[in-house]
């Protein structure tokens, strides 16, 4: 979910629901979704994130720390399953062409 306005024109619901949507559907998603992989041994977890995760544009202020936020909460879970021993992926780039 994306929103196209400056920061200033942005009121904290905007801003909020772009994070809930982007950020936090892919947290929630995680915590339905871990346990029974782990549970099964077998299965993989795909996000999906955007190029703003590394390079923000103007006017989509909501939008990259969404982004942002989503490659935080994936290192983080990377190293916490790697610590446990889990096989993971590596991030990889899809076209969309």
Do not use: C, W
Request: aromatic share 8%; net charge negative; no cysteine.
């Amino acid at each position: 979910m994306g929103l196209y306005a400056t920061f200033e024109q942005t009121t904290p619901e905007e801003f909020k629901r772009v994070v809930d949507v982007n950020l936090m559907g892919q947290v929630y998603g995680t915590m339905a979704t871990l346990p029974h992989l782990k549970r099964e041994g077998r299965g993989a977890l795909v996000h999906v994130s955007s190029l703003e995760a590394n390079r923000s544009f103007p006017f989509h202020s909501a939008y990259a720390a969404s982004k942002h936020g989503i490659d935080g909460f994936l290192e983080a879970l990377r190293v916490e399953l790697r610590h446990e021993g889990a096989h993971h992926g590596d991030p990889g780039a899809a076209g969309d062409d």
